[in-house]
């Protein structure tokens, strides 16, 4: 299949069972190599490439119901079944998620809760030998923006990306990774984000870091090789912070065993995953 006949089968699915006439965006549907791509499968480059066996797919995809958004990022292997190394940088996107859902309450800072998940996203690069050192000295030198050069995740409401990010007075942070945050505010009850992590391997900015001697001496070089075609892994979901947390607003599998036994099994979705999750049952 191409990637934009399994973005067709997304639209027809919101329209057929949510009664969601339009998406909330153009949709990122992006396999293998694509995957670095942040944006990808836009007018200019549609979702066009043939999924392959042994392929990762990054599907970055959310309806539209009545006026408001929604913004999902599902990664996933095409075959059904993680390769180990698609596996390990799966779940390190995925254990610093779920730590910034367990951190998120009002009166937390945002631009902390991304500064959180690049260092277990680094911890977990290092336990798997792609990198090497001391993480605290990575992340003065904003090792993260290397692998996670987006944001953690924005405000979301009539608009995907919705206003209310900068207000007056609020400080923009200009740091590699921390710049790109569409908000720096302090977390306020009744707000709704998005938290997506991701790790990709973009030539853009890998060669920088690997070409500064500062940044350099933190990569296991024959290992990141295995790794410069791999694309990427994005787990985006939509949270309301409560007055003691946050809500959970997605219902897809996550975890590795959950997203196997689906795609094995064809199983029940809705049925299965549920819907409202709080931050004490975001592990």
């Known amino acids: 299949m191409t990637e934009f006949e399994?973005?067709?089968?997304?639209?027809?699915?919101?329209?057929?069972?949510?009664?969601c006439r339009h998406v909330a965006y153009t949709c990122i549907g992006a396999s293998g190599h694509n995957c670095a791509t942040l944006h990808y499968g836009h007018a200019g480059a549609p979702n066009?490439?043939?999924?392959?066996?042994?392929?990762?797919c990054l599907f970055d995809m959310g309806g539209e119901y009545?006026?408001?958004?929604?913004?999902?990022?599902?990664?996933?292997?095409?075959?059904?079944?993680?390769t180990e190394d698609q596996r390990k940088i799966y779940?390190?996107?995925?254990?610093?998620?779920?730590?910034?859902?367990?951190?998120?309450?009002?009166?937390?800072?945002?631009?902390?809760?991304?500064?959180?998940?690049?260092?277990i996203q680094l911890e977990c690069l290092r336990d798997m030998g792609l990198l090497q050192g001391d993480v605290d000295e990575m992340m003065k030198l904003r090792l993260g923006a290397v692998f996670m050069p987006h944001g953690?995740?924005?405000?979301?409401?009539l608009d995907v990306h919705d206003v209310g990010g900068y207000p007056e007075g609020t400080e923009r942070i200009n740091e590699p990774g921390l710049r790109s945050l569409r908000t720096t505010r302090v977390l306020e009850e009744s707000m709704v984000l998005t938290i997506e992590p991701g790790v990709y391997f973009i030539d853009a900015t890998l060669n920088p870091?690997?070409?500064n001697p500062e940044t350099a001496r933190f990569f296991n070089q024959e290992i990141l090789q295995r790794f410069r075609t791999f694309g990427g892994v994005r787990i985006e979901d939509?949270?309301?912070?409560?007055?003691?947390?946050?809500?959970?607003?997605?219902?897809?599998?996550?975890?590795?065993?959950?997203i196997e036994a689906l795609m094995a099994e064809g199983a029940n979705l809705p049925s299965q995953f549920p819907c409202s999750v709080s931050s004490q049952g975001a592990s």
């Open 152 to 157: 953690l995740g924005h405000l979301m409401g």
């Open 91 to 119: 779940e390190a996107v995925y254990k610093a998620s779920r730590a910034v859902m367990r951190a998120v309450k009002p009166g937390v800072k945002w631009a902390d809760m991304h500064r959180l998940a690049d260092r």
């Open 66 to 82: 009545y006026c408001y958004a929604s913004d999902i990022t599902c990664s996933f292997p095409a075959n059904g079944k993680f």
């Open 238 to 258: 939509d949270i309301v912070v409560t007055s003691d947390g946050m809500e959970l607003m997605t219902c897809v599998p996550r975890t590795v065993h959950e």
């Open 209 to 211: 870091a690997l070409e």
């Open 48 to 56: 066009d490439k043939k999924i392959r066996d042994g392929d990762m």
């Open 6 to 19: 399994l973005e067709s089968l997304f639209q027809h699915y919101c329209y057929s069972q949510g009664g």
